[in-house]
């Protein structure tokens, strides 16, 4: 499976937009992007998956490039509750075991 | 909640110890993974069982083993137990066996090991 680059830690003010990056430019055709966060020492929790368009869904919108190498996970209005890991992970598609392989994510922190 | 339920919530043993971490899937769920969070590792996957039989195992320690029974639900028996051993183990179940569409992983609550 491809491997991710995300940034360590960023800052979000409540109620305004949270953008998060993510870099997969070893992906390769039939990988799905995935996004989980982890709000402290909780089970993750699935956020939203996509393999080539857009992607929106009730927690959050997914755009990935079209070259497919970086994608950007929009939390629209962020919360306080928002506050967790948030982690990109690039896993194979109906071949693979469906395993996820975690990387370090971003902190995000939002604040009043 | 998500559905899936982890028992025990924590476990706090001693070295050279054995113990059982129950999990049971959501309902309809046939696929079953457990994974490991230590604060240096971070999350790791451990190994994956679908429709009771193995499938795929990620760097699981041989002192560790697991299984899924009939009515589905997995245990993970950890044996000879280390300090290094102290940390969260999760267990996710999704529909499918394989990875893309529709088989996002659902996690439990987690258990956590702490061994003295």
């Known amino acids: 499976d491809a491997k991710t680059t995300q940034p360590p830690s960023m800052d979000c003010a409540e109620g305004r937009a949270a953008n998060l990056p993510c870099n997969h430019s070893?992906?390769?055709?039939?990988?799905?992007v995935y996004w989980y966060r982890q709000i402290h020492s909780q089970g993750p929790q699935y956020i939203i998956h996509g393999l080539k368009n857009n992607e929106t869904n009730e927690m959050a919108s997914l755009i990935i490039t079209e070259d497919r190498k970086s994608s950007t996970l929009i939390l629209p209005h962020a919360t306080l509750r928002d506050t967790a890991v948030y982690y990109c992970i690039v896993s194979s598609g109906a071949d693979s075991w469906g395993k996820l392989q975690f990387g370090a994510g971003t902190q995000v922190v939002v604040t009043p | 909640d998500s559905g899936v339920t982890q028992t025990p919530k924590h476990l706090i043993t001693a070295t050279g110890q054995r113990v059982t971490l129950r999990c049971s899937p959501r309902s309809g769920d046939l696929s079953v993974y457990w994974y490991q969070q230590s604060l240096d590792q971070g999350l790791q996957f451990l190994i994956q069982?679908?429709?009771?039989?193995?499938?795929a195992k990620g760097n699981i320690l041989e002192r560790f083993s697991a299984q899924q029974f009939p009515d589905l639900h997995s245990e993970l028996n950890l044996s000879s137990l280390e300090l290094g051993d102290s940390a969260l183990y999760f267990c996710?179940?999704?529909?499918?066996?394989?990875?893309?569409?529709?088989?996002?992983?659902?996690f439990g609550p987690g258990t956590r090991l702490t061994v003295l």
């Open positions: 996710a179940s999704s529909e499918r066996l394989g990875g893309g569409i529709g088989n996002e992983q659902f």
């Open positions: 070893t992906i390769s055709g039939n990988e799905y």
């Open positions: 069982y679908y429709n009771g039989e193995e499938r």
